[in-house]
């Protein structure tokens, strides 16, 4: 493995937010699911038949989404994790999930009630896609819609609603929980995130660019403090798969298709799986 190439200090990074890969052969990187369980069961099957002893595998996050069965996917996440680490060398930081714009959002929608303008932060969310999570626990968007309109209280009691509903699947509120910001090998090959990042900024104090800075990662024309190469897996413009020799896009496009991407220690695309 490539534990003896290393081209830099990996950065003191927060071990709660990020996710460093050490040992590594190849990493698999599974773009945007958003809620499609049938899709994500169908590029799991193919993906057990091809994953490698020495390889890892990270999620880019979007778990929840406007599909057919967000809470659904969530199990399906769950049960292919356990039988991943089932497998020969695998260990638990072998598997990274990144935290979404769609899990951003649910994390938020948490913490509604504190919010200025909650009816207003509510329906931006809504826009976004956040009411396939909300209907998928079994509640609706326009619950929470007049929970705002009446003020903390009922705000509170709503989204107090939301988290029992994910505390009763098994596994969920454990997933959601281990959620990371970005996923960085050590020895800075790769580096993978959500949607985007600010190329003018450390790693660590990225803040909200990993969901809400598109621009940044197109804007990359070079490696992003010596990191080579940088792999995200949503698209806001939905423009497909895009390798580039910097960075690459795993985005299913407006195809609406669910693609996994293998990256060896050269930062090379050597396998991709769509469905």
Same mark, same amino acid.
């Given at each position: 493995?490539?534990?003896?190439?290393?081209?830099?200090? #990996?950065?003191?990074?927060?071990?709660?937010?990020?996710?460093?890969?050490?040992?590594?052969?190849?990493?698999?990187?599974?773009?945007?699911?958003?809620?499609?369980?049938?899709?994500?069961?169908?590029?799991? &099957?193919?993906?057990?038949?091809?994953?490698?002893?020495?390889?890892?595998?990270?999620?880019?996050?979007?778990?929840?989404?406007?599909?057919?069965?967000?809470?659904? #996917?969530?199990?399906?996440?769950?049960?292919?994790?356990?039988?991943?680490?089932?497998?020969?060398?695998?260990?638990?930081?072998?598997?990274?999930?990144?935290?979404?714009?769609?899990?951003?959002?649910?994390?938020?929608?948490?913490?509604?009630?504190?919010?200025?303008?909650?009816?207003?932060?509510?329906?931006?969310?809504?826009?976004?896609?956040?009411?396939?999570?909300?209907?998928?626990?079994?509640?609706?968007?326009?619950?929470?819609?007049?929970?705002?309109?009446?003020? #903390?209280?009922?705000?509170?009691?709503?989204?107090?609603?939301?988290?029992?509903?994910?505390?009763?699947?098994?596994?969920?509120?454990?997933?959601?929980?281990?959620?990371?910001?970005?996923?960085?090998?050590?020895?800075? #090959?790769?580096?993978?995130?959500?949607?985007?990042?600010?190329?003018?900024?450390?790693?660590?104090?990225?803040? &909200?660019?990993?969901?809400?800075?598109?621009?940044?990662?197109?804007?990359?024309?070079?490696?992003?403090?010596?990191?080579?190469?940088?792999?995200?897996?949503? &698209?806001?413009?939905?423009?497909?798969?895009?390798?580039? &020799?910097?960075?690459?896009?795993?985005?299913?496009?407006?195809?609406?298709?669910?693609?996994?991407?293998?990256?060896?220690?050269?930062?090379?695309?050597?396998?991709?799986?769509?469905?």
């Amino acid at each position: 493995m490539n534990t003896q190439r290393e081209r830099a200090a #990996t950065p003191a990074l927060d071990p709660d937010r990020f996710a460093v890969f050490g040992s590594w052969r190849r990493i698999w990187a599974v773009a945007s699911i958003n809620g499609r369980r049938k899709s994500l069961v169908a590029l799991h &099957d193919v993906l057990a038949d091809r994953f490698r002893f020495g390889d890892r595998l990270v999620y880019l996050g979007n778990y929840f989404g406007d599909g057919e069965d967000p809470v659904g #996917t969530l199990d399906e996440l769950i049960a292919f994790r356990r039988a991943i680490l089932a497998m020969r060398g695998m260990a638990p930081g072998d598997i990274v999930f990144l935290r979404g714009s769609q899990e951003e959002m649910w994390h938020k929608l948490q913490q509604l009630h504190l919010a200025m303008d909650a009816s207003g932060v509510l329906s931006w969310m809504l826009e976004q896609g956040i009411s396939g999570a909300i209907e998928s626990y079994g509640h609706s968007a326009e619950q929470g819609l007049q929970a705002a309109g009446r003020g #903390t209280q009922a705000l509170m009691s709503w989204t107090s609603r939301l988290r029992e509903a994910m505390h009763r699947h098994p596994g969920h509120n454990a997933l959601m929980s281990q959620l990371k910001r970005a996923c960085l090998t050590a020895d800075r #090959t790769l580096l993978f995130v959500h949607a985007g990042l600010d190329p003018g900024r450390p790693l660590e104090i990225q803040s &909200d660019a990993f969901w809400w800075n598109p621009g940044g990662f197109r804007a990359l024309n070079k490696p992003y403090r010596n990191i080579r190469y940088v792999v995200r897996g949503f &698209d806001p413009d939905q423009r497909g798969v895009d390798i580039g &020799d910097y960075r690459a896009s795993l985005d299913g496009g407006t195809q609406r298709s669910l693609v996994a991407g293998c990256f060896d220690n050269e930062a090379r695309l050597v396998d991709r799986i769509t469905m």
